[in-house]
């Protein structure tokens, strides 16, 4: 297994870009979750899927922010605009939550080696 | 944190020293994950313990939860230059949340 791939390892832009940042989860998961990781805030949750559906994104910071799963294997997270206040490691993380719902406490989640995002 | 704190935020032992860090969390818990990052790369989950569970053992590792208290500690025993990373604690984000939010971390040293 490959486990979780992001791309890319690293994103250097200029404010006002559009930046997209992508995920591929591990096969037969069907949790998706974004966490954004800096020295002041920690690790912050951002949103999560369930069966490509999001079922939470109150942790996404404003509109700039979006994030789709147009299938199992697939998503993406875009900044537009990205202003330097965005400059963080994004990690994506799978798991596999059981039909009872209960399954986030009981499977581990599996993250990827994020994407280092710096807006200059 | 969204969800709960470690203690000490930064800890630096000598190799084969044990290293405690401590963890509490805000809401209630079917359980409670421990993660370990290195730097530069993604967190890996190292052990689960159940609510109604007090203690749990992983090889070197050692894990107790005080739910009375909102309260985990892990502890690492005879340390290893390799353990050095930082720590997480996870835990669920509410009555039937269906995501997992983590401390604040500690970063562990261990100096060879």
């Known amino acids: 297994d490959a486990g979780v791939i992001q791309s890319p390892r690293h994103e250097v832009t200029e404010m006002g870009q559009e930046v997209t940042l992508r995920c591929k989860p591990i096969s037969g998961h069907n949790s998706l979750f974004w966490y954004r990781q800096t020295m002041m805030r920690g690790l912050e949750l951002l949103i999560y899927f369930n069966n490509n559906v999001p079922i939470d994104d109150s942790g996404m910071p404003e509109d700039r922010f979006s994030a789709k799963m147009p299938n199992a294997s697939f998503s993406t997270l875009k900044i537009q605009p990205s202003e330097p206040r965005d400059s963080a490691v994004y990690f994506c993380?799978?798991?596999?939550?059981?039909?009872?719902?209960?399954?986030?406490?009981?499977?581990?989640?599996?993250f990827g080696n994020g994407t280092r995002l710096t807006v200059t | 944190s969204q969800q709960g704190e470690e203690d000490p935020q930064a800890l630096s032992i000598q190799e084969g020293e044990n290293a405690t860090m401590n963890c509490s969390y805000k809401?209630?818990?079917?359980?409670l994950q421990w993660y370990r990052q290195n730097s530069g790369r993604g967190l890996v989950h190292l052990i689960l313990i159940r609510s109604n569970e007090r203690e749990k053992h992983s090889g070197r590792l050692r894990v107790t939860l005080d739910t009375s208290k909102k309260s985990s500690s892990l502890l690492i025993t005879a340390s290893r230059a390799a353990d050095t990373a930082s720590y997480f604690c996870?835990?669920?984000?509410?009555?039937?949340?269906?995501?997992?939010?983590f401390g604040t971390g500690t970063r562990l040293t261990v100096i060879p």
């Open positions: 809401t209630s818990i079917n359980n």
């Open positions: 993380a799978s798991s596999f939550i059981g039909r009872s719902g209960r399954g986030v406490g009981n499977s581990p989640l599996h």
């Open positions: 996870a835990s669920r984000g509410g009555p039937g949340a269906n995501n997992l939010f």
